[in-house]
């Protein structure tokens, strides 16, 4: 078990595609998938490529989820910032028995039973989102047309947020996701989406109702923890899922020899595309103790990234990786994390995508793209990978 900080590279982020990560992933995975990784505030710590490895992390409490731990191997306005705790509710950043309660709390609201109630809802959203594309006629920008607006409405509605305040929680949100952005544009984001949720928890203690905000006043956690909670659940539940529908709905588009498929199975389409394109390309965890991992020793304090994206591409996990398989049987992907920290609204995520691609095709079955692909705005510069925007065309 040797180590050579010299020979640390940094987290690549060139990609040969639209569709595939970074070539590099691939190499590092080859090499041995546990490999020096140079962060960009000093920090000499490890990438995790391979299939196996990446799941250890992920449900080895040896490695921790603390935000005042960790290091981030992109660029980012917090590296010149003290590391801290993460604030009160913010259950991704902590380790149990603090996320350990924030859990129990929340998957009591996130429900099978609940998310496949909200089915006939998310149907009539989407319907809505095509009726008015099918109005306005081609060519339109489906990430604003549809992509964003159902998720982000769902949301809405399973939070209690009026959705005409939509467009600034959107804006706030990019800003807190963008890739290299100063630490004055993150912290008005957030303290601009905190004070708008903290108005809307006052709001929901006074007058509760039937949304998942109010649900949560009946608990024990305070108003600071309920606004951070509404914060991340915001955040989350429209950047994955819209960027999931946008870059699908263009690898389908490039792949319509399949696209008989979402009729046969809609389920393992969406989970195929999950893999294939796996939108939140990494995650990372900090070992607190002394840890081997794949022959290589990971010593207590070193941050450990794990890449989802050459995880959900490992040849010792899937049989041709690289290749869209729309029947393929891809449900061990884990483009949702593993481990306690393993996505709470991937069920409402399927559910929103299962609904929307079929639909989408099924109403426009001309749809192509109306640019090259070549001019279509990729999100290599925000945490979660996609399209900034997909315009698109159809015979109408």
């Given at each position: ?299 207590a304090g070193e941050s450990v990234t794990v890449s989802i994206a050459a995880a959900n591409r490992d040849p010792g996990r899937f ?75 159809w015979e109408a």
């Amino acid at each position: 078990m040797t180590d050579r900080p010299s020979a640390a590279a940094s987290f690549p982020l060139t990609r040969p595609t639209p569709f595939d990560p970074p070539a590099e992933l691939a190499r590092h995975r080859q090499e041995g998938a546990v490999s020096r990784l140079a962060y960009p505030d000093g920090h000499v710590g490890w990438l995790v490529t391979g299939y196996e490895l990446v799941r250890a992390v992920l449900s080895d409490p040896r490695f921790s989820s603390r935000a005042e731990l960790a290091h981030t191997p992109l660029p980012s306005a917090s590296i010149a910032a003290e590391a801290r705790p993460a604030p009160p509710g913010f259950f991704l950043q902590t380790d149990a028995p603090e996320h350990t309660r924030y859990r129990h709390l929340l998957t009591g609201q996130f429900t099978v039973r609940r998310m496949r109630a909200l089915r006939p809802r998310i149907s009539e959203i989407t319907d809505d989102c095509l009726d008015d594309m099918a109005w306005h006629g081609p060519p339109v920008d489906l990430v604003q047309a549809l992509a964003l607006p159902i998720p982000s409405l769902v949301i809405c509605e399973l939070l209690g947020v009026p959705y005409e305040d939509r467009e600034e929680f959107q804006r706030h949100s990019a800003a807190l996701a963008r890739v290299g952005a100063s630490h004055e544009e993150t912290m008005g984001a957030y303290l601009a989406l905190t004070g708008f949720m903290g108005e809307l928890v006052a709001a929901r203690r006074a007058m509760p109702g039937d949304d998942l905000l109010s649900g949560l006043t009946s608990s024990d956690l305070t108003d600071e923890e309920l606004t951070n909670i509404g914060f991340m659940l915001l955040g989350a539940g429209h950047e994955t899922t819209a960027n999931m529908i946008a870059l699908g709905t263009m690898a389908l588009m490039e792949h319509r020899d399949q696209i008989n498929a979402l009729n046969k199975d809609p389920e393992r389409v969406v989970e195929e595309l999950l893999r294939y394109l796996s939108v939140v390309p990494f995650t990372v965890r900090t070992a607190l103790a002394d840890v081997e991992l794949g022959g290589r020793l990971i010593k207590a304090g070193e941050s450990v990234t794990v890449s989802i994206a050459a995880a959900n591409r490992d040849p010792g996990r899937f049989a041709d990786p690289d290749t869209l398989d729309l029947l393929r049987s891809a449900g061990t992907h884990i483009a949702f994390g593993h481990g306690i920290h393993q996505c709470l609204g991937q069920q409402l995520a399927r559910i929103e995508m299962q609904i929307a691609y079929p639909a989408l095709f099924a109403r426009f079955p001309t749809l192509r793209l109306a640019v090259p692909e070549q001019e279509v705005p990729l999100r290599t510069d925000m945490l979660i990978y996609g399209v900034h925007r997909l315009p698109v065309t159809w015979e109408a």
